[in-house]
């Protein structure tokens, strides 16, 4: 594929609950990024992966929530315990990962996420 | 404060008209500066990116960047009803991107 896609496209799940988001970047990316986004506001960053380390983690609200980019392409972004809190749209981004200042991230549809 | 701060409107032009949106950031690193558009119910799709001071166009658009001020706007020239959307202003430092609320505009035709 050509862009960056992820599934599924809606979850709903009930709160307490634990619910798994996938990411497949575009190839050849090595970066890739997970954000959350809530009704009116812009996308809040969670993580940031280069290759498949977490090269960044300080978005992460909370230890319910964590992801893995196992083999430094598809990432999984997984929430424990879920609570009606965490609705919102999840977004992964994706780029070429480059130290330069031109490295530009490319989004995904995202997961609408819902938790009754 | 807000490390990317916009207004978030709306702002209203009519159809013909210029659109100028605006952006403040905090972090004096900042190394890159983007701005993207967002569609009801969409992801963000990127429309300019700007990294230098000075201005930048392509096509009807033009970023603008003065780092000494901490300042970055986007122009929209001939603004076209299908330009209504949000648009979020993105700031980035060495590794982290960071967004603003964004600005929501309304053309009316």
Redesign the interface.
């Known amino acids: 594929g050509a862009g960056v896609s992820q599934t599924p496209s809606n979850k709903v799940t009930e709160k307490g609950k634990y619910v798994e988001l996938r990411c497949d970047p575009i190839s050849g990316h090595t970066a890739l990024y997970w954000y959350r986004q809530s009704l009116g506001q812009g996308p809040e960053f969670l993580i940031y992966f280069q290759g498949t380390g977490a090269a960044d983690d300080s978005g992460l609200p909370n230890d319910r929530f964590f992801a893995v980019r196992p083999e430094g392409s598809v990432s999984t972004l997984k929430i424990q315990r879920t609570e009606r809190g965490d609705s919102a749209v999840y977004l992964c981004a994706s780029s070429f990962g480059t130290s330069k200042g031109t490295d530009t991230q490319y989004f995904g549809p995202g997961t609408r996420l819902t938790v009754l | 404060q807000k490390e ?1 701060e916009q207004n ?1 409107g709306p702002l209203s032009v009519p159809e013909g008209a210029i659109a100028s949106l605006n952006c403040t950031y905090s972090d004096r690193v900042s ?2 500066f ?1 701005w ?1 558009r967002q569609y009801s119910g ?5 429309i300019m ?1 700007i ?1 230098s001071n000075g201005d930048k166009e392509d096509g009807r658009f033009t970023a603008q960047l003065n780092k000494a001020s901490q300042y970055v706007s986007l122009l929209i020239r001939d603004s076209q009803p299908s330009d209504s959307a949000t648009y ?1 202003c ?1 700031v ?1 430092g060495y ?8 600005t929501k505009l309304q053309v009316i035709p």
Not at chain 2, 95 to 102: L, R, S
């Open positions: 990317v978030s190394q890159s983007f993207y969409k992801s963000p799709e990127l990116s990294y979020l993105a980035k590794q982290k991107v960071t967004f603003g609320t964004g």
